[in-house]
Nanobody, 114 residues
């Protein structure tokens, strides 16, 4: 059974940091390009970052230089280190496969306060 479970969100002041985690089950994790997405309040879900099977990474311009995506294939885990958080980073964060979405998890709420 395919399952994505995100965790690590919370309330943080602007300029602070959070580390999100996602455990993936039901697929050959190491063979899939994975990514993080977020849905700001009242807006559409948007792509944030991705990591390929060879470890190469890409970021949305809005998070470049502040966020770092990583993966641990041995543990079927995906991570997102978020530094220098801004108010506009507030939203629900999700992990998913890049090509061919899997059933979405519940996401993890990130709230950045002034």
């Amino acid at each position: 059974q395919v399952q994505l479970v995100e965790s690590g969100g919370g309330l943080v002041q602007a300029g602070g940091s959070l580390r999100l985690s996602c455990v993936v089950s039901g697929i050959s994790f190491s063979l899939n390009r994975m990514g993080w997405y977020r849905q700001p309040p009242g807006k559409q879900r948007e792509w944030v970052a991705s990591i390929a099977t060879d470890g190469s990474v890409n970021y949305a311009d809005s998070v470049k230089g502040r966020f770092t995506i990583s993966r641990d294939n041995a543990k079927n885990m995906l991570y997102l280190q978020m530094n220098s958080l801004k108010l506009e980073d507030t939203g629900v964060y999700y992990c998913n496969r890049i090509l061919g979405f899997l059933p979405w998890g519940q996401g993890t709420q990130v709230t950045v306060s002034a």
